[in-house]
Each structure stands twice: as C-alpha cells, then as structure tokens.
C-alpha cells in the first residue's frame, strides 16, 4: 500500500528516546543504509563469490525552506560547530501510529553540512546532510 | 486568509484610496451612486497547488493569485494608468502581515480597454505566499 509522505515527522533531541523538536519546513527527505561489502571468495572456491558485510551506517539528506527560529536547526547547528559537546540524534516517524518496530527510525548522528541558498526570486532554502555514529534502531 | 481583502487592505494603506469606498475586494461592480467610477477591485483568482512540508502539522506553501483591476473616470486614461502604476509599484515587494512574500506578475499595468460605459480598465495580477 503506498503511504503519504507529508505526515512523516523529523525530530532531532540531544538524547535517544522518544519526544525531540519536530524540524520545520522540509519538503525533501531521503536516507539511506549503507554497508561494505567484503569479497570472501576463496582461490579454490567454486564458481561464484562469496561475500560478507563490512561496517554499515547510515545517512540522511533533507532539504526546505530556511526557518530561522526553529529549535530543531538549533540543535543541529550546535551539533556542527561543537558535536562533542552536542549530541544529535534524528528520530525519523515515516509511518505515525504503524506500531512497535514499524513506524520509523532513530540513530544518532553528526551533522555533515548544511547549506543555505536563495534566489532573489525564490524563498531562502536550506538543506543537511546527517551521518550516523551509532547502530540504528527501529522504533 | 484572505489575499483578496489582505492585498485591498494593503492598497489602502498605500494611499490608493479606502476599501468598502473605492477599493473591494470581490467581483467589479458597475458605477453607480454608491460606487464611483474609479475603483480598485481585487479579485481572487485561485493560485498554485499548495506544496505540503514533511510533517504531522499539515503546513502548507501556498501561492495565491489575486488579479487588481484599475477602473477609471471616463477620459481619464492617463490618470488610471499612473494609478495602476501606483498600484504596482506598491504590490511588487511589499510587506503584507502573514504572507512570506508579495510579488506582481508584469512590469507594466495590461490596458485592457474601455468598459460598455467607456472607462479605462487596467489589470494587474498579484501573487501571494504564505506558509499556512
């Protein structure tokens, strides 16, 4: 069954767990699973390859209108200038009210960048760049 | 909200005249004892699809058209051009409380010729943004 895309919430906080500010006017939002993948093919193995999982992790990418007041791009330009000092996690709802282990996904990352943009006849825009630093989970 | 009335009000307080008077927001109505014969109607005319965020808030952009026609007195051409022109230069830009952004689509009033009374009619078309 295909689902809306605009009832998806982001939420960025400085702690795992459920609550978190919600970020405010995206209207693109992509992530994505990433692993290595290692060759473990033998030299005196059969015909095909064979091959493992290396390390994983997790990216995200969004990108909207620029509101400046929003406490979510607070807690994510806190995280950029100074992550040690500023935890950042990203609790992702893709499906509001799915279920237990159905609903979305929540990871704790490090801001990679963030870009504003305008054209003078356009709105000011921005867009981030999220990468993971801990193991995703399923909430 | 209301682009018609929000961008009649506007004109209003830039000096184009005074709504509920010579300025409504709604349909153009024929001059009468009650109506001059140089008015500012704003008329709505739809707009774009909204454009929804990712969220649970259902917040929208929206862009909203609203077309400003500039009647004038009978023979008066060149005064209901600089009128219409007034009217321009006070749309393009211009700072409307609860919208993003306010912009006018020509760079010049359209003359769109003289009504069955023979009143010369300018059009300009207003576009309005709001997040909502």
């Given amino acids: ?3 809306a895309a605009h009832t998806i919430s982001i939420l960025f906080k400085t702690t795992a767990g459920a609550g978190g500010a919600a970020i405010a006017g995206m209207n ?3 992530m994505s699973f990433n692993g290595d993948i290692l060759d473990t093919t033998a030299f005196d193995g059969g015909a095909f390859r064979t091959k493992m999982h290396g390390l994983r992790d997790f990216s995200i990418s969004m990108s909207g209108d620029y509101s400046s007041t929003d406490a979510a791009y607070g807690l994510i330009k806190a995280n950029f200038l100074d992550s040690s000092s500023n935890n950042l996690f990203c609790r992702v709802s893709l499906v509001p009210g799915a279920g237990v282990g159905n609903e979305g996904f929540e990871v704790q990352c490090l ?3 963030f870009e504003v943009s305008a054209a003078v006849d356009g709105k000011v825009e921005v867009s981030f760049s999220l990468t993971s630093i801990s193991d995703v989970s399923s909430f | 909200m209301t682009p018609d009335l929000d961008l009649a ?4 307080t830039a000096g184009l005249g005074t709504v509920a008077t010579d300025i409504f927001a709604g349909p153009m109505k024929p001059p009468s004892a009650q109506i001059s014969q ?6 709505s005319t739809g707009g774009l699809p909204p454009s929804p965020y990712l969220d649970a808030s259902t917040s929208d ?8 026609l500039v009647r004038g007195d009978v023979g008066a051409y060149a005064t209901a051009q600089t009128k219409a022109n007034t009217a321009r ?3 393009q830009r211009a700072t409307v409380a609860g919208y993003v952004a306010v912009y006018v689509r ?3 009033p359209n003359f769109i010729g003289l009504d069955d009374t023979e009143h010369p009619m300018f059009t300009l078309n207003a576009e309005m943004q709001w997040k909502g």
């Fill in chain 2, 38 to 43: 140089a008015c500012i109607f704003c008329i």
């Fill in chain 2, 89 to 91: 230069a006070a749309i």
């Fill in chain 2, 9 to 12: 009000n506007h004109l209003q």
């Fill in chain 1, 1 to 3: 069954m295909a689902t």
């Fill in chain 2, 106 to 108: 020509e760079s010049n």
């Fill in chain 1, 111 to 113: 801001c990679e960048s």
């Fill in chain 1, 28 to 30: 693109d939002y992509s």
């Fill in chain 2, 61 to 68: 952009y929206n862009v909203a058209t609203v077309q400003v």
